[in-house]
């Protein structure tokens, strides 16, 4: 069955310091991988997504991601942290599930960032 | 584009009433989505929509009723409230082709307490 695990439900960085938030899918083909991206009260943003090609995927706000098949992982990283990162990130696995075009989530991650 | 709208943004029913979250989009994606989102579990499919007149249940879908009578809309009926369905609910969308991702584009939100 489809699965995302994500192992950190709360992190904590400082302003300035690097990111990595893990993720690890359970898919049977090809995986379609994503991060979105939840601001306190508001809805699931885009930050970056992975189908095929260069394995290393630049997305919005200076993440990055980086797909690695023989760990089944898609880890979310970001050189320097500003506050305005703060917010809860989810790892969804998206294709063609039960007959249909679906997402399956993580449980989501929650950064905060200390001054 | 609006994109995905959602209304209405905050709403506070008593137990046993019943009410609709409205959901549309102005991008033409054939695919429609509900998701719940509750602390700490991510998110969970209600229902989906793959176009006009088909719908069918996701993981969680007691409770719920839905329609889609057009592409752009889909909205969600709850009928007889109760307590669990306290919750943050997502309306999604996204298309089928040759260039899908299976990327989804999420509203607002709608935050609903059932007291």
């Known amino acids: 069955a489809q699965s995302v695990t994500q192992p950190d439900i709360h992190i904590t960085v400082s302003e300035g310091a690097s990111l990595e938030l893990r993720c690890n899918y359970s898919y049977g083909a090809t995986p379609y991988l994503f991060w979105y991206v939840q601001s306190p009260g508001q809805g699931l943003q885009l930050l970056l997504k992975?189908?095929?090609?260069?394995?290393l995927v630049q997305g919005i706000k200076g993440f990055e991601a980086e797909f690695k098949r023989s760990q089944s992982s898609f880890n979310l990283r970001k050189p320097s942290v500003h506050w305005s990162d703060a917010a809860e990130y989810f790892c969804a696995v998206g294709g063609i599930i039960q007959g249909a075009q679906k997402l399956v989530f993580g449980q989501g991650t929650r950064l905060t960032i200390n001054p | 584009n609006a994109g995905v709208t959602q209304t209405p943004k905050f709403r506070i029913l008593k137990i046993g009433q019943s009410m609709t979250l409205q959901c549309a989009q102005d991008?033409?994606?054939?695919?429609m989505y509900w998701y719940r989102q509750d602390p700490g579990m991510g998110l969970k499919l209600i229902y989906y929509?793959?176009?006009?007149?088909?719908?069918d249940k996701g993981e969680v879908p007691n409770g719920y009723n839905v329609s889609r009578s057009t592409t752009e809309d889909f909205p969600l009926r709850l009928e007889l409230a109760a307590p669990s369905q306290t919750s943050v609910y997502f309306c999604a969308s996204s298309y089928t082709g040759t260039t899908s991702s299976y990327e989804q584009y999420f509203g607002p939100g709608t935050r609903l307490t059932v007291t």
């Open positions: 991008m033409n994606h054939n695919y």
């Open positions: 929509s793959v176009g006009a007149g088909i719908t």
């Open positions: 992975y189908f095929s090609g260069d394995t």
